[in-house]
């Protein structure tokens, strides 16, 4: 079981907007603002899409946003295309000087 | 650019040892903290190990502390993970990657490699 927790599965029809979300507890999320969000496609390596809660890494689409209130994190895609169904990972430091992963949110676009 | 390549993957006999490799290039290997993570066929990603930039400070799953040691050789921009008494849930693609900051030991991963499979079974 993935330390932190995200829902299986979401969907969205191209130009939709889907949020997608990560609970914690307060050693890892509620604790740091260290929260990241990964995208994996099939049979590829994880991208770094979000790092320290809500910044982008050049060369991300401003489309991608994210957030976090208390336990909670959350990544917002805007305006869905076909290039982003993949994968999502949310990630955070914790206050077992570990990284701690969630069970990762499968997106399909409609 | 910034690479990573994996190697040292293969099929391995529960309670053998493997040791990985990750060799970087494209920046300066010795100013960074360097993880490893892997994730099972189907399944999420799961941290591993982490050093710090120097190799003084290493961080261990407990799953695997005791099992797996995590060193690096700077000389050669080399990262290595030493696996003995594998187990059949040690069976993933093991993804090496690096810290975002100089100097700093976590907290997100900026590049991974390809990764290499290792699979635990007789």
């Known amino acids: 079981q993935s330390a932190l927790s995200q829902p299986a599965s979401v969907s969205g029809s191209p130009g939709q907007s889907i949020t997608i979300s990560c609970t914690g507890t307060s050693s890892d999320i509620g604790g740091y603002n260290y929260v990241s969000w990964y995208q994996q496609h099939p049979g590829k390596a994880p991208k770094l899409m979000i790092y320290?809660?809500?910044n982008r890494p050049s060369g991300v689409s401003n489309r991608f946003s994210a957030s976090k209130s208390g336990d909670t994190a959350s990544l917002t895609i805007s305006g869905l295309q076909a290039e982003d169904e993949a994968t999502y990972y949310c990630?955070?430091?914790?206050?077992?000087?570990?990284?701690?992963f969630g069970g990762g949110t499968k997106l399909t676009v409609l | 650019q910034v690479q990573l390549v994996e190697s040292g993957g293969g099929v391995v006999q529960p309670g053998r040892s493997l040791r990985l490799s990750c060799a970087a290039s494209g920046f300066t290997f010795r100013t960074y903290g360097m993880h490893w993570v892997r994730q099972a066929p189907g399944k999420g990603l799961e941290w591993v190990a982490g050093?710090?930039?120097?190799?003084?400070?290493?961080y261990y799953e407990d799953s695997v502390k005791g099992r797996f040691t995590i060193s690096r050789d700077n000389s050669k921009n080399t990262l290595y993970l030493q696996m003995n008494s594998l187990r059949a849930e040690d069976t993933a693609v093991y993804y090496c990657?690096?810290?975002?900051?100089?100097?700093?030991?976590?907290?997100?991963?900026?590049?991974w490699g390809q990764g290499t499979l290792v699979t635990v079974s007789s």
């Open positions: 990657a690096k810290v975002s900051g100089n100097y700093v030991d976590w907290y997100y991963f900026d590049y």
């Open positions: 320290d809660v809500s």
């Open positions: 050093s710090s930039n120097d190799g003084t400070n290493k």
């Open positions: 990630s955070s430091y914790t206050s077992s000087n570990t990284v701690a």
